[in-house]
């Protein structure tokens, strides 16, 4: 997609990069590149399944080796496709991790689980064997079509459906894989949708690029089988790992704890930011979830819900919100309806964490006003005591952000921001 021509983004100035002022002189990342460009990303279970504006692999490695002892565990509140979760494990640490999203929970559960290779072979060929021997027998209901056939060539559709009821056969007499074997699914399902890749809203192809695209999701499956039978043998098998469907704003955890949470929040609500749930849905309906649940899982994405909602006290957002409503009113009070989430959900971070809270963030435009993440984040936590120890930057090259002149744009840096908990004993 083109993006606009207008580039005039009115708001607050972003808050530059810069060290912390009076921060400690123990052990940070001050001196370390954080783009880390040319590190492999797609290494151990990471590769299994792509997930849409996923944190940055060996940033959470170096930010674990830094600030996270031995033996301490860690939290991800929006475990989005498990990039933290996968890191914690390979790194000795017991981890949980929460999101909203259902496709994100399976996913991260199956780059989180040890099996052997044998067990996850012979399970998958079997599924695979029964779809092809029932291919022509598929019926493909109305109400699937009329939701995802738009993305599918027919042939394909037919294909996925096939691996899909095979799929839920098989589980019947076998739950321990089912994250596994819905995992590898949902990544064929992605590998066959008409779409283009590496955006954050769908598109369908268009022209050559639609004429020449011709994938066999029985072929595209095989090869996701046995990238997972390699990788997940490999998992560190006595590691706790903690996945489940959890709402933010309401984590259910006695306080204190988790030594420390990396995470990398939501960039807006569903409707105006990162499409999270548009990403997922194709995969979901064909793996059998009902629409109305899928609706009912993004309505707790927040900012979903508007009523009585107010803005957290914050200088920088207070000066958006300004912008925005002179440009947009309604989109004035769904951004205030998810930052109000937001905050609420940081005091549960803070309410869970002995010691570090570190967030990696990205800036927002919305109506053509930007919001500076960055700033905001530091001005909710400094409400309820929690100070800023450490500020990073990184610098991005292919991330994108939606709403940079109304059609689609991108950001070039995240903030990395550390904060010591007002609870923290070091």
Not at 212 to 229: C, G, Q, S, T
Not at 279 to 292: D, P, R
Not at 300 to 329: D, I, R, W
Request: aromatic share 8%; hydrophobic share 40%.
């Amino acid at each position: 997609m083109p993006l606009s021509n207008i580039r005039e983004i009115f708001g607050v100035s972003y808050l530059k990069p810069q060290k912390v002022i009076n921060a400690d002189t123990g052990v940070n990342l001050y001196d370390v590149d954080l783009a880390f460009n040319g590190q492999k990303t797609q290494h151990s279970t990471h590769a299994l399944h792509t997930y849409i504006a996923a944190i940055n692999p060996p940033l959470v490695k170096a930010l674990i080796e830094t600030y996270v002892p031995p033996h301490e565990n860690i939290l991800d509140p929006y475990c989005g496709g498990g990039g933290v979760l996968v890191e914690a494990m390979l790194s000795g640490h017991n981890c949980a991790g929460g999101d909203i999203n259902p496709l994100s929970v399976i996913i991260s559960r199956a780059k989180t689980q040890h099996f052997s290779d044998k067990r996850i072979l012979f399970t998958g060929n079997l599924i695979l064997e029964k779809a092809i021997e029932s291919l022509r027998d598929v019926i493909i209901i109305d109400e699937l079509n009329k939701e995802v056939g738009y993305w599918f060539k027919k042939n394909n559709l037919r294909e996925l459906v096939a691996l899909s009821n095979a799929t839920r056969d098989e589980l019947r007499s076998n739950k321990e894989l089912e994250q596994l074997l819905q995992t590898i699914l949902s990544g064929t399902i992605r590998d066959v949708m008409l779409t283009y890749r590496g955006e954050v809203r769908l598109r369908k192809l268009q022209g050559k690029d639609y004429d020449k695209f011709n994938p066999d999701a029985f072929i595209a499956f095989k090869k996701r089988l046995n990238l997972a039978a390699e990788r997940v043998t490999n998992l560190p098998d006595k590691i706790n790992v903690d996945v489940d469907l959890r709402d933010a704003r309401e984590l259910p955890f006695k306080n204190r704890s988790f030594h420390s949470i990396i995470c990398s929040p939501p960039y807006a609500d569903d409707k105006n930011g990162v499409g999270y749930f548009q990403f997922s849905k194709n995969m979901l309906a064909i793996l059998g979830f009902k629409s109305e649940n899928v609706k009912k899982y993004r309505n707790l994405f927040h900012g979903m819900t508007k009523e009585k909602k107010m803005a957290p006290k914050s200088k920088s957002l207070q000066v958006s919100l300004e912008n925005v409503k002179k440009y947009n009113g309604s989109k004035c009070q769904e951004a205030i309806a998810f930052y109000s989430d937001y905050n609420n959900a940081l005091k549960e971070m803070v309410r869970v964490t002995k010691q570090w809270i570190i967030i990696v963030v990205g800036n927002r435009v919305l109506a053509r006003t930007s919001f500076d993440n960055a700033t905001i984040t530091i001005d909710l936590l400094k409400n309820v005591g929690v100070n800023l120890h450490h500020h990073y930057v990184r610098e991005l090259r292919k991330k994108r952000i939606p709403n940079l002149g109304g059609d689609g744009g991108g950001i070039n840096f995240e903030h990395v921001l550390v904060f010591k908990n007002k609870f923290s004993n070091f």
